[in-house]
């Protein structure tokens, strides 16, 4: 638990170097309207990809029960 801690309140300082400069290099006004712009568009295209994914499945496993309850109901055998 110490060395979390120690590493945690460490870690700022090392990162920070070049007089607080990150890696990206200088930020600006038009940098961080793209970034802004970067996450309006990544976020909802993100939930309607996972959401289309899901719906996949839905529909995977409904035709499963389908078929399931389908070969329940059946009298089959000899």
């Known amino acids: 638990m110490l060395a979390l801690t120690t590493l945690l309140v460490t870690a700022a300082p090392v990162l920070a170097h070049d007089g607080g400069e990150g ?8 940098v ?22 899901q719906w996949r499945l839905e529909k995977r496993k409904d035709a499963r029960k ?3 309850k389908k070969r329940a ?5 000899w």
């Open 66 to 68: 389908a078929i399931a």
């Open 32 to 53: 961080v309207t793209n970034a802004g712009f970067i996450l309006i568009i990544f976020f909802p295209l993100f939930v309607f990809v996972v959401s289309m994914i």
């Open 23 to 30: 890696l990206y290099g200088e930020t600006n006004d038009q």
């Open 73 to 77: 109901q059946s009298p089959g055998g």
